[in-house]
């Protein structure tokens, strides 16, 4: 009996052990962390190490925000910290340089950077000039944030993309996020640079979820303004985009490469001062090139990249004239149909790489 009782017992206890050792190779699920909390956690953990940095704007502090982006900063931080404006972009702005010239460490919230035309004033003539017209001696360590670009069904007045404005002024540092590593570690670093930085968010990038590695999970980490990062590698052509268009640029390198055009995609990360040189050296590698953004296509972001490559070392690797994909060159319409072919979709993104490739 007690034989046949070990016979049964053994296979058991075989196939226990196999699912042990099954369990046990099971790679950890990643951590989860949408855009809007990647934020949120940069800005928390800033206004606890520095206790010079504080948030403003409209609807920010008992509200936690328009966008939810500032949840829970008002209970912690409470009035002198965090806050609540009237709806006067140029009033708060102007407040906001005052106290960054004052030693302060401001991040001023724009609702929508569409609203930032109200504190232009402030934001280029107060802010970006300073540091130079003092000779130096008057920094201005201020953060202007929000959503940026096209969101929906919010029509022309509250769709626009400001990359090329604000890229175009000395004097300002400007980044654009795609996803919540991103997000994080450049609003930090944008809290902790001496000089005027505009962060350009999308409103519809906030509620999603991106794999979050552990390195981001760190109070310490930063993302260096003025690096762009290579989000895929490839061989046959370079597309370069930033802020929500990169997710575009890399479904459509997904769909190509099972045709066997392999693309590299280039997240830029920060439009002012440009990463040059990571372009550069993918266009000597793939010899083609195509840029992608939301804005207007008329002394945009991507003919500013186009004009750098024939301006510097690469151009004379091209194999096929560099194209651009942009935004139509309309004030953006209501109607979702119209919307939808008012910005770049993947099919676009295909299709310019085809016809570039001559495919």
């Known amino acids: 009996m007690a034989a046949v009782s070990g016979l049964v017992r053994r296979p058991l206890e075989q196939v226990s052990g196999l699912l042990r050792r099954r369990f046990h190779r099971t790679a950890p699920a990643a951590l989860q962390v949408t855009v809007r909390e990647a934020i949120n956690q940069g800005m928390d953990e800033e206004l606890e190490r520095d206790e010079k940095v504080f948030l403003l704007g409209e609807?920010?502090?008992?509200?936690d925000g328009a966008y939810k982006v500032s949840r829970g900063l008002w209970k912690k931080y409470g009035d002198k910290r965090i806050i609540d404006t009237p709806i006067s972009e140029m009033g708060f702005a102007g407040i906001a340089v005052g106290a960054a010239m004052a030693?302060?460490?401001?991040i001023c919230e724009f609702m929508t950077f569409n609203f930032s035309m109200q504190a232009i004033d402030q934001v280029i003539n107060s802010a970006a000039k300073t540091y130079y017209?003092?000779?130096?001696?008057?920094?201005?360590?201020?953060?202007?944030?929000?959503?940026?670009?096209?969101?929906?069904?919010?029509?022309a007045q509250h769709s626009q993309c400001f990359a090329a404005w604000y890229g175009h002024c000395p004097g300002l540092k400007v980044v654009s996020p795609w996803n919540s590593e991103d997000a994080k570690g450049l609003i930090k670093s944008a809290i902790r640079d001496n000089n005027p930085v505009v962060v350009l968010e999308n409103e519809l990038m906030y509620g999603v979820p991106f794999e979050f590695p552990s390195e981001a999970q760190s109070k310490d980490f930063l993302i260096p303004i003025g690096k762009a990062k290579i989000e895929r590698q490839g061989t046959h052509i370079t597309v370069v985009s930033h802020s929500r268009p990169v997710g575009h640029c890399l479904e459509a390198a997904t769909v190509l490469s099972k045709e066997g055009i392999e693309c590299e995609v280039i997240n830029m990360r920060t439009i002012r001062p440009m990463d040059i040189e990571t372009i550069e050296a993918s266009v000597m590698k793939t010899n083609h090139l195509i840029t992608v953004e939301g804005g207007w296509p008329q002394f945009g972001v991507g003919a500013e990249i186009c004009a750098r490559i024939m301006e510097g070392p690469a151009f004379n690797f091209l194999d096929a004239?560099?194209?651009?994909v942009t935004g139509a060159d309309v004030p953006m319409p209501y109607?979702?149909?119209?919307?939808?072919?008012?910005?770049?979709?993947?099919k676009d993104i295909i299709f310019a790489i085809k016809k570039t490739l001559n495919i």
């Open 59 to 63: 609807e920010v502090a008992q509200y």
């Open 103 to 106: 030693g302060l460490r401001p």
């Open 335 to 346: 109607a979702k149909i119209l919307e939808d072919n008012s910005v770049p979709q993947v």
């Open 321 to 324: 004239p560099a194209v651009r």
């Open 133 to 155: 017209m003092s000779g130096g001696f008057q920094s201005v360590p201020i953060v202007f944030r929000g959503p940026n670009g096209a969101s929906a069904g919010v029509a």
